[in-house]
């Protein structure tokens, strides 16, 4: 708007950058230099250079067991709760009477999203006489131990996560909406068969809400935490130790937070390694409309 | 993805005797429709009948919660709920809820606030370093808690806030939550500038042009905004569990992880009976604003 200083918009924007710099900069530059020192809370931090990162890749065995509970849940998680989001989203794209009340109904679940009272119900539903194993018993199936085997335990929060597709369903959603209709008319025209037309025209068209679905999904999978809390508390045998849990143990119960932010600053590593590489692929599978590569 | 159902349509206005193909095309439709229906009404079942049997079950006694997988009670009785409300400390259920409701309001506020500020700043006006700090705000959507947490705390803890709610709320009034801005952004980029233009002409400052031209078009953003904002605040845990430690200052949340840690083995119909109240402003706040739940996600893509 002319005629204003041009500092005028930075007045505006001085909110987000004062607590940019305090609830974001400040924290992100001292959780790494706190990851080089020993820190009680009753002392200043000590420099230990290293030792934290040696301790958790050379000795830790809870590291390394975590570690590989976060990747199997992570691997598991967001691939199933995407693909069962995405296909939903295609059979809910049709004009069929009532479609917003199914629309609803599947929505539901993620606003309540991280909820801890629907992370209570999981824990009742899935106990041993919970509502799940009733229904397994009741149709001939024999009961699972859901909870009480580490075999089963890190699956039953999986569950969980998947059944809360809605957000990433309703992105879905909208981008086959804003697909082109003419495009679909021309191939079956030609007489595309439908799953040929999915394949070839959908599919390319979305892989933007993909690639952004993909990536919001991972981040947050990576920091489960809520629910391996409240559910089995890691348990049992630490299957279900995820690294957020693990984190919180050492910082907030054993208040190990220069220990506690190495394995922070490791998970962040990974989270934004598999960024960068999602981003680096992208640009082999991801179509823009209007982008000429293509 | 093809509709068929509006080919059959077309077909049925025909007066000719239906074609092979036709017929085919016809048959097809209904086949698929009735596919659909049946595909997303054992789906849908099987996503709201947890909720449903939570429902029914905080109405049953607790032997007969786990005797059937029906959701109906047979003797309905509300014991749960009395009992439950009680709790295990010398607080009532309803305490735990003005607590959330302590954090919940002013924080929706000064997100709300805060947010349109930044993203009237962002969307508006050019100035010096504009583009970095969008570039960074973009960033930080990406940028997972746990690499600030331990810090924010310590720095929480040097301020003297443990065990309030001041550190929950106040940094809600920097516009921290990156996604709203973004949310904002995307939304007053739609709208075009000439309102604005007409009331700067007429000798509005910007300030006035925000709050008298830009705030009532960005109505729908921002109570999105809010219904986010009051839902992940509810929902919340981990900040709590860190932040708060005195039971008369806990939120919903932490009243009922202590309700399943004290009283475990035999009161599960107190616990649902929370469990369901504790559910119950989302619920019917989301049921009362559906549409700009949908819009929130479809404009800027939510996280959960």
């Not at chain 2, 054992?42 to 059937?68: D, H, Q, R």
């Not at chain 2, 029906?70 to 295990?88: K, L």
Request: glycine share 6%; with cysteine.
């Amino acid at each position: 708007m002319g005629g204003d200083s041009k500092y005028l918009g930075l007045w505006y924007v001085a909110p987000y950058i004062i607590g940019l710099l305090l609830f974001t900069a400040f924290p992100f530059v001292s959780s790494l230099y706190l990851s080089f020192t020993d820190y009680d809370l009753l002392s200043a931090p000590e420099w230990v250079g290293t030792d934290n990162y040696e301790r958790l890749f050379t000795r830790d065995r809870t590291f390394d067991r975590s570690l590989r509970v976060t990747m199997i849940y992570v691997f598991t998680t967001v691939p199933l709760k995407l693909a069962f989001a995405l296909f939903i989203a295609t059979v809910l794209n049709y004009r069929l009477k009532g479609i917003n009340l199914f629309r609803t109904a599947y929505y539901v679940p993620s606003i309540l999203g991280g909820s801890i009272a629907i992370a209570v119900l999981w824990r009742y539903i899935f106990a041993g006489n919970g509502l799940v194993n009733m229904i397994l018993t009741g149709l001939g199936f024999e009961a699972v131990n859901w909870f009480g085997d580490p075999q089963n335990a890190l699956f039953t929060i999986t569950l969980l996560r998947v059944w809360q597709f809605g957000s990433a369903m309703v992105i879905f959603l909208a981008a086959l909406q804003s697909v082109d209709k003419s495009l679909y008319e021309a191939a079956s025209i030609d007489g595309a068969k439908p799953r040929h037309i999915f394949r070839y025209i959908t599919l390319p068209l979305i892989t933007p809400v993909i690639f952004f679905n993909l990536i919001m999904q991972t981040v947050q999978a990576f920091q489960e935490f809520n629910g391996p809390f409240i559910i089995t508390q890691g348990g049992p045998l630490n299957s279900t130790y995820l690294l957020p849990l693990y984190i919180y143990d050492e910082a907030f119960r054993s208040f190990d937070m220069g220990y506690a932010s190495a394995i922070a600053w490791i998970l962040f590593a990974i989270i934004m390694t598999l960024t960068l590489v999602a981003f680096w692929s992208s640009k082999k599978w991801v179509y823009y409309a209007g982008d000429k590569r293509n | 993805m093809i509709d068929f159902s509006s080919t059959a349509a077309a077909v049925l206005k025909d007066d000719r005797p239906p074609s092979q193909l036709e017929l085919k095309l016809r048959r097809r439709a209904r086949v698929s429709a009735f596919v659909r229906y049946t595909l997303l009404s054992v789906v849908g079942l099987i996503m709201v009948y947890p909720l449903l049997w939570m429902i029914g079950a905080s109405f049953k006694t607790n032997s007969e919660i786990f005797s059937t997988p029906w959701f109906w009670p047979q003797e309905p009785t509300f014991q749960g709920y009395i009992d439950g409300w009680q709790t295990s400390t010398p607080y009532t259920f309803g305490r735990f809820f003005l607590n959330s409701m302590m954090i919940v309001i002013p924080k929706v506020i000064g997100t709300a606030i805060s947010s349109t500020l930044v993203a009237y700043g962002f969307a508006r006006f050019d100035f010096p370093g504009k583009k970095v700090v969008f570039a960074i705000l973009i960033g930080t959507l990406l940028l997972p808690d746990v690499v600030t947490r331990i810090p924010q705390y310590l720095l929480f803890r040097e301020l003297g806030w443990l065990d309030s709610y001041l550190p929950l709320v106040v940094p809600q009034w920097f516009a921290v939550e990156a996604f709203f801005v973004f949310m904002l952004v995307q939304f007053l980029r739609a709208i075009p500038r000439e309102m604005e233009e007409a009331a700067r002409v007429d000798g509005a400052n910007t300030f006035q042009t925000l709050i008298y031209v830009v705030v009532p078009l960005l109505k729908p953003a921002l109570i999105s905004v809010c219904l986010f904002q009051f839902m992940w605040t509810m929902n919340d845990f981990l900040g709590p569990l860190i932040y708060i430690s005195s039971v008369e200052n806990y939120p919903i949340s932490l009243a009922l992880r202590l309700a399943i840690d004290s009283t475990e083995a035999f009161s599960w119909n107190e616990i649902l009976s929370m469990t369901v109240l504790a559910l119950t402003p989302s619920l019917v706040v989301f049921f009362m604003a559906q549409k700009y739940f949908i819009e929130g996600i479809s404009t800027g893509g939510v996280k959960g």
